[in-house]
């Protein structure tokens, strides 16, 4: 997330700012949130611009904020903190070339290269920025665009119109092109590089003379070639990194692109991905060397997970933090930490401030929130713990349970270590059990257990010897009496 070192825009012009247009009103998201904040692989669409200047060295970066603003800055805000961002107003929509006019007060005197970028495609890299920085800096331009060309039709992308000589002369919006122009398909991306003098003369001078009645940032394009500026163009070498997001159509297509792209970044970096197609992994996760990931695998938010463990199939990981050589199958956690060597699942559940030291063993079916389990502790079958500490080494019986609520409060349960706490024991907290303590299978625990004790809490058992027989001939003499009496009653009835 941090900047690098910050590029340098060419000809001791001084460091490179951006201008990130995302004042739109994105209509076609049909949506309450505004586009930029739709999560893609778990972050904002326009976060994942914003980390991609960042990457490219960019040390100022001013977005330009228009439709639910307010929302847009508050996100942004929370995720980089206050002051690291700043922002341009666009109360009205007005076009591209409008937008980046609202950074001048706050970028019109930086005599360095500024980058423009569009607010809605997630997949621009900090590579890709900074060839297009390269670029402009040794061809010492005016203008370098970013451009992409398409294999099929370019729809509704701006077409990039070359003279003779191949030299950039323009760029014409599909709205407004002729047909022989429509059939151009090297596209505008929308990804500029501007001498910040040059950008802001320019932008001066744009007049709404198009089919939408706008002002064009695209025209800027013109003005700087016809002014007889150098206009140089960078061909994306991949065109998936400028595909916006307009639709939620785009937005699934988009996040399964990005999907593949932190997958394979994973699996480059020696993760094993057994199956790639049901396997979800969110931006920001880490994952160790020699890990493998089974199928059906979510992990997302900020987890991390080291070396050597197996993760899956069909594991829900939420901000975790796994060890090494940890097992983690067919389970769910959200806000644990799992020691080194743990083995979890199948079918555990670990809820938010669940921490498990190394060689904790949780197994079938168990329920853990808000606990710490000490190194070694074994909850193997069925239980739920709650508000727990659990000693080292102590085992926690099949069927256990913390009773830590009373229906208006939460109650802690404390164990200590080499513990051995009987099949379905029942723990009602507040209650504190000693080191090398014994409860009894099926014992309700209500008061303390000192070290070393024994407690048995439950009904003593009764044996009634010869109890079945005799039930059996009570029930079958029963069974003649009530025989005899129909007999009675059906012979009446015939008289
Ligand atoms: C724009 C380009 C087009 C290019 C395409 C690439 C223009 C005129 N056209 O078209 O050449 O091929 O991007 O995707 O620039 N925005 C504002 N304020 C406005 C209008 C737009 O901030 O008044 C923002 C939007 O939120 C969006 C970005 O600018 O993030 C691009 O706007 P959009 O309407 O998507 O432009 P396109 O029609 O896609
Ligand atoms: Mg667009």
């Known amino acids: 997330m941090s900047a690098e070192t910050p590029a340098k825009s060419g000809n001791n012009e001084g460091f490179a ?3 990130v247009l995302a004042a739109g009103k994105s ?10 904040l739709h999560p ?12 991609a200047l960042a990457e490219a060295g960019v040390t100022r970066r001013i977005i330009v904020v228009g439709h639910e603003s307010e929302k847009v800055r508050q996100a942004l805000d929370n995720h980089y903190g206050a002051g690291i961002l700043e922002y341009a107003e666009q109360t009205v929509q007005n076009g591209t ?7 001048e007060p706050l970028l019109g005197g930086h005599d360095g290269t500024v980058l423009v970028v569009p607010g809605d495609a997630p997949l621009l890299t900090g590579d890709t920025l900074r060839q297009l920085l390269r670029t402009h800096s040794s061809k010492n331009a005016g203008a370098t665009l ?4 398409l294999s099929q039709d370019a729809g509704s992308y701006g077409r990039v119109l070359r003279g003779t000589d191949g030299a950039v002369t323009g760029i014409v919006e599909a709205r407004d092109a002729t047909p022989e122009q429509r059939g151009v398909r090297e596209i505008n991306t929308s990804v500029y590089a501007f001498s910040g003098p040059s950008l802001f003369r320019a932008l001066r001078d744009l007049r709404p003379n198009n089919a939408q009645g706008e002002l064009y940032l695209t025209d800027v394009v013109r003005l700087l070639h016809e002014a007889g500026e150098i206009v140089a163009a960078e061909v994306a070498p991949d065109p998936e990194v400028v595909l916006g997001v307009n639709t939620r159509v785009e937005l699934a297509e988009i996040a399964a692109r990005m999907r593949l792209r932190i997958l394979q970044r994973l699996m480059l970096s020696g993760v094993t991905i057994a199956d790639p197609a049901t396997t979800y992994v969110e931006a920001g996760v880490e ?3 020699d890990t493998t990931l089974l199928p059906n695998t979510h992990l997302s938010g900020a987890t991390r997970i080291g070396e050597d463990c197996r993760i899956g199939p069909n594991a829900i990981v939420t901000d975790t933090i796994i060890g090494d050589r940890v097992q983690f199958r067919v389970s769910l956690a959200d806000g644990a930490v799992i020691g080194d060597d743990s083995k979890v699942g199948p079918f555990s559940h670990l809820r938010p401030g669940t921490t498990l030291e190394p060689r904790v063993r949780v197994g079938n079916f168990v329920e853990i929130k808000a606990s710490a389990l000490a190194e070694g502790v074994a909850v193997g079958h069925l239980a739920y713990l709650g508000d727990a500490v659990v000693g080292a080494r102590t085992n926690v019986g099949a069927g256990t349970i913390t009773c830590n609520y009373d229906g208006q409060r939460k109650h802690p349960t404390q164990i200590g270590s080499d513990t051995f706490i009987g099949t379905s024991t029942t723990l009602v907290a507040p209650v504190t059990i000693g080191d090398e303590a014994f409860t ?3 014992s309700v625990i209500t008061n303390p257990v000192p070290s070393g004790a024994f407690a048995i809490a439950r009904e003593r058992q009764t044996v009634k010897e010869g109890w079945v027989r005799a039930r059996r001939e009570k029930f079958a003499r029963m069974a003649s009496e009530t025989a005899a009496q129909a007999e009675k009653g059906e012979g009446l009835n015939t008289q």
């Open 40 to 51: 893609v692989c778990g972050r904002p669409i326009l976060v994942h611009i914003l980390d």
């Open 146 to 149: 970013l451009t992409a060309v």
């Open 287 to 289: 994952i160790g060397q």
């Open 17 to 19: 700012a951006a201008i």
């Open 97 to 103: 070339g409008h937008a980046a006019q609202m950074a």
């Open 440 to 442: 009894a299978a099926g």
């Open 27 to 36: 209509t076609r998201m049909r949506s309450k949130l505004p586009k930029a």
